[in-house]
């Protein structure tokens, strides 16, 4: 990715709404570009995490495992979505572990140029916070579902705020979904079987079609 | 609570360290203390979710419910902390009810005049998202306990992220820490049995001593 290419991707997220043509010049300009390749691990120097991380590219997940290694995925992150903003606003540690999903590229930009930017012209922040504040209410409704749900409504739930048209397109694999929902896979095959049964949903490969979207709130 | 009574619990307020004298003045001046009484639920209407409120003093706690009544608590907030900053920052809907568990009194801060002070400061801003990103850490902690974590393990995680000198002062009822860890009472109620059986704890009313902290990291 050249830095013209650069410039243009970063111009249609979000996040970076609000800079003017100076500002996404400068940034194209400065930003380093990093590879996680897929299956890997980022693993952050304290500069790493004290910049900005914004992927460019692919898709990551940010996880907690326990000691006897189940994996609880958080959120996973795709083009657009800063990453490491906990972090590089309190104490410079990762709250949790980030892996590649995919083949990944990640924009860094420095502490340095980050505090230009926000100095400049802090509507960037605002932006930051509206994204702390959607991952936050997330965090919340992953809170409500492992504490207060049973699994088949867990999966309703994820499909019900997930589909388009009816249709959830799993870009992810059973086994990448049954970590999200905080279940085994044998149960989250279970409970898909259950409601393909019940009628509610069909399942055809990667994508999952709602039938029944009444019986499926129903859950 | 007079103006200048209000003024001086404010200064105190690490949220608003980066105010100056008159900007102190003015939201004295201008900012609303509403009052809401032990047990009762703090509704708020668009306009007091879109401003700023913070609590002055008390004690209110951000819960989810799921339709048979079982709850669960997400933060519990103190003095000087703001909340509603997910609806202020997105779409205006409180992501979760609030409760006060004593007697509290909340500053709100008008839309217009918190737009005003961060036009004018606009380092409040990152006062605010260091606020968000401790609670996004706590959600992920809170998220990870749920799923990747048996009730003894939980209950030991939260001690030890809050004794003080090896003690915690419950101020809050046992009812109260159950919702927090996310257990029926009878099961917190097992759990403590138990870790005080182990020798790894003292219970004495509201106090909580830990006697092996070793032990309890054990769990």
């Keep these: 990715m050249d830095r013209s290419e650069l410039r243009e991707a970063i111009r249609k997220f979000p996040l970076f709404s ?17 590879h996680i390749p897929r299956k890997a691990m980022f693993f952050t120097e304290d500069r790493l ?10 898709k990551v997940k940010l996880f907690r495992m326990s000691e006897d290694g189940k994996e609880q995925t958080i959120f996973v992150f795709g083009p657009g979505e800063p990453f490491c903003l906990c972090s590089s606003f309190s104490d410079g540690k990762l709250p949790a572990n980030l892996g590649a999903l995919e083949d990944s590229q990640v924009l860094f930009i420095s502490p340095d140029e980050y505090e230009a930017m926000v100095r400049e ?26 504490s207060l749900k049973q699994i088949p409504s867990r999966l309703a ?5 997930w589909h388009e048209d009816s249709k959830v397109s799993l870009d992810i694999s059973y086994r990448e979904l049954s970590k999200i929902i905080g279940v085994t896979p044998e149960a989250l095959s279970r409970a898909l079987r259950k409601m393909g049964e019940d009628g509610v949903i069909e399942v055809d490969g990667n994508e999952v079609t709602i039938v029944d979207e009444a019986g499926l709130a129903a859950y």
Tied chains: 1, 2.
């Design 157 to 161: 739930a994820y499909f019900l705020s």
């Design 49 to 58: 995490a004290q910049g900005l991380n914004v992927l460019l590219s692919g």
């Design 18 to 34: 609000k800079l003017d043509g100076l500002q996404l010049d400068r940034l194209a300009e400065h930003a380093v570009v990093n």
């Design 121 to 146: 012209d802090p509507a960037i922040l605002l932006n930051m916070m509206r994204v702390m504040a959607r991952r936050l209410k997330d965090a919340m409704d992953m809170i409500d579902s492992l």
